[in-house]
Structure formats: C-alpha cells, structure tokens
C-alpha cells in the first residue's frame, strides 16, 4: 500500500476517533495507536458531557464500536510511538505494541480472571478511590472489554511465584504468558497528534488539602462519583463508602496561576455538577466560590444562568492564595475574603477543586520524537503564519482536541476533522505536483 494512503493518528480520545471515522471514510488505512488499554479517551470518565447534559458513555460507545469493527482502522492498544523520520507523504515510523497477555480474539470479557489474583493496584483510571488487581480493565464498560495484564505486578510475569490463577479461572484459555511486545515498522503519508489532556497535579496547590484532608476531592473523583460505569455506580458517598454528603462547595479555576492560562471549559463543571448532584442527593446545598467566570459558548451561559437562579448559591471571592481550607471534624472549613474584603468562613461537607488543565503526560518526549514544537505552556504549538489552528511546526504532522489546549469536546471534534481536511488537501496536491 502507497504510503499516502495510510495515516498515523496518536491518541484515541474524542479528537482521535473521530479523525479515524473520517480518514477511514474516505479510504485512508489507519493506525490508532494509544498508549493505554482502552480507546475513548478523558470523554468516558465523565458521567454526563456538557453543555446538552448527555451521557458520555451513550454518546462515546457507539462511535467505540464502530471504530473497533472498521477494517480500515488499525487500534493498537498499550502501544506507543518510538521513532519516526522521513517526511510528508512517507514518514517512517517505529510503534512498540506491548503485550497484553490477553489474547483478543480469545476473550469474552465475562471478568472470571479478576476476582482470583491476589495482587491490587491502585486504580488511577477510577482516580484511585478503589483498587484493581494485576489483570484488569480501566472501568466498567472498557473497549476493547480485554483486560491487561501488569507485567510488573504479576506474580507468574515478574518471578516473584508460581501464580497461575487468572489462567485456571478462565474457560476460554484466552491468558497468555509467552505473548511478548511486538516492533511495527509502517511508513504513513501524515500524523495526527490528538493526545488529550492531564490536570495539574494538586500538590501545586498543596494548601487547599487534597491528601489531606478526606473532604476534599478533585473534579475528576467527582466525575468518577457520579459516572454509573464508576467506582460507586453513580452513588454520592464520602470517601469512607457511607456517609452522604448534604453541602458541597466548588472551588473555581484552580491552579490556573500556576499554569498561567485559563483552562476554558473548568468554568462549566460547577453547573454540571449542580446539576447531577441535585438529582442525585435530595436537598443537598451547593456553594460555588469563584473570582470570574469564563463561558466560551452561550449554551455554557444559558447553563450557568439557570444553575445559578435555581441550584446553586454563588460566593465570590478575592482568590486562592488568600484562601484557606482546614479540616474541622467531619467537614471542610474554607476562610476566604469576599468582595468587600471582609473574611468570612463556609463549612461543608466536600469541597471540589476544578484542577487546571495541562499537557497530557508524555507530551514533551512524544513532541521531540515528531520534532515538532510546543508552545510556552507545554501545548502543542500551531504556527499563526499557517491557515487553520491544526498544522504543527513540522509539514505532514497535525494536532487536534486538547493536545493543541484546553477546549470542550464540540472544538476537540471540529478539530480533529479539520486535521482531516488539511491533510486530504496536502496528500492530493503531493499528487498533483
């Protein structure tokens, strides 16, 4: 197959995806290559996606199944990029497929190989509010529904014991130990980047009590809550399993002094939640503490509007590093100073930190493997002297969804066809010359 006709896409989120559907559309072999064991990205953490309040998991899955029955699109999971040289219309390029130790093919996903290893892990995907074992999937409803297997961890992989358990337990002989990482070498006429996003790490702001203090919880622990694939299946407990939370305040634009950006969408999670969480627990209060509020579309302003005449009582405040959070029994006490620089004091239940968006992790090697640039906050960079907000430093090589920056999914998607459409113009002139 001519190289032209075969696209590198990084990163299966919502950008990734929908840049595979498209190439795949319009004749192009793709290869999907993400470097986790599931494709879907940030997207299928969050229980309901904003501004229209839809269900990620039903707006995400078909477009999972679909990807994962085209012929014409390669999903290579566990795997990562390792080298790449040559330039538009013939990148080389070198992808470590790592084991699973699962065989694909073989397995049903009916989860008979969890309940017996001995071994747990933190489970990062589930912000670590419960465990997984040394074989798993990330979170209910996984796709591909295969688990992996930590090589790192398990007793038969890693010499520590004789452990065979998983193997025994399953019925489709589907586990397999000997399976070993395997090198793809493939040439492609273009590169799309669409690695997603982090958050910034709360130690950045050790001072509002995250670790600390079980009261505090980070956005994404409480997209985890409320997700009915989650940890709890959508039920709003604190974090010893029992107790229901009656008031909850949730602290805006975090970390964005230090990031020195607006993260763009952070504004929107306090009416989401006020939402949810107003459905879910009868007569909870909900205080937002914000210093401004950012709503870069007018359906997050509608949002906004109705979430803040009916749902939740908005307190401003003269900023973080004014702002203090103590444990005081049971609750969260947060001493702040309002409008008229008077201190006053909220105690609730929980608190919520909207983290900063960041860079997703591995970014900064991955951009000097491409040779392409980032810009001054770690995003990559689009030159302003090229058309469209997708071209790269580099020719052939695209970006697309919050590897660019922080953005809602509607942008990441309308980005990832946009790479899709520059690169069908590019690989066509290549042609025509």
């Known amino acids: 197959m001519n190289p032209s006709d075969k696209i590198l896409v990084i990163g299966s989120g919502i950008a990734g995806m929908e840049a595979s559907l498209m190439l795949s559309k319009a004749g192009k072999k793709v290869y999907l290559v993400e470097r986790l064991p599931l494709i879907g990205g940030n997207t299928i953490k969050t229980g309901e ?5 839809e269900c990620s998991t039903c707006l995400v899955a ?3 199944q ?3 029955q085209d012929k014409n699109i390669e999903v290579m999971t566990v795997s990562n990029v390792e080298k790449v040289s040559g330039k538009t219309g013939n990148f080389a390029v070198s992808i470590t497929k790592k084991a699973r130790y699962v065989n694909i093919a073989a397995c049903l996903g009916c989860g008979m190989c969890y309940p017996v290893c001995p071994i747990t892990q933190p489970n990062n995907w589930e912000q670590n509010l419960v465990e997984k074992k040394a074989i798993y999937v990330e979170c209910a409803g996984s ?4 688990p992996v297997i930590d090589p790192s961890l398990c007793l038969h992989l890693n010499g520590k014991g004789e452990c065979n358990l998983c193997a025994e337990a399953c019925m489709f002989g589907a586990i397999d130990f000997l399976e070993v990482d395997e090198l793809v070498e493939e040439n492609f006429g273009a590169i799309i980047v669409a690695t997603g996003f982090s958050t910034l790490d709360t130690q950045s702001v050790s001072q509002l009590g995250h670790g600390k203090i079980p009261g505090v919880y980070t956005a994404y622990e409480i997209e985890r809550l409320l997700a009915s694939n989650g940890p709890t299946e959508g039920l709003i407990v604190m974090r010893d399993g029992e107790r229901v939370p009656q008031s909850i305040a949730i602290l805006h634009c975090v970390g964005r002094k230090e990031v020195g950006y607006c993260s763009n969408v952070c504004c929107s999670y ?3 939640y006020a939402h949810f969480l107003r459905e879910k627990v009868a007569d909870v209060k909900i205080y937002d503490l914000y210093t401004d509020l950012c709503f870069p579309d007018k359906r997050y302003q509608k949002l906004n509007d109705e ?5 939740a009582k908005y307190i401003f405040h003269q900023g973080i590093d004014k702002l203090e959070v103590n444990e005081a029994g049971d609750m969260v006490e947060i001493k702040y100073f309002d409008e008229k620089g008077k201190q006053s004091s909220l105690k609730v239940d929980m608190l919520v930190l909207t983290m900063a968006i960041t860079p997703s992790e591995g970014i900064e090697e991955l951009s000097e493997l491409l040779s392409i640039e980032r810009d001054k906050f770690g995003f990559i ?4 002297d090229r058309i469209g907000s997708v071209s790269t430093s580099r020719e052939g090589i695209f970006v697309a969804g919050c590897a660019e920056g922080p953005k809602d999914i509607q942008s990441s998607v309308l980005q990832g066809e946009a790479a899709v ?3 069908m113009k590019l690989l066509n002139d290549k042609v025509e010359r």
Do not use: D
Not at 307 to 311: F, G, N
């Open 49 to 53: 996606s904003f501004p229209n309040m």
């Open 62 to 64: 078909p477009i999972q």
């Open 66 to 68: 679909e990807i994962l």
């Open 143 to 146: 796709l591909p529904n295969v």
């Open 270 to 272: 306090p009416a989401r």
């Open 307 to 311: 979430t803040r005449k009916e749902k």
């Open 381 to 384: 960079y689009t030159p302003k």
């Open 421 to 423: 459409g520059q690169i």
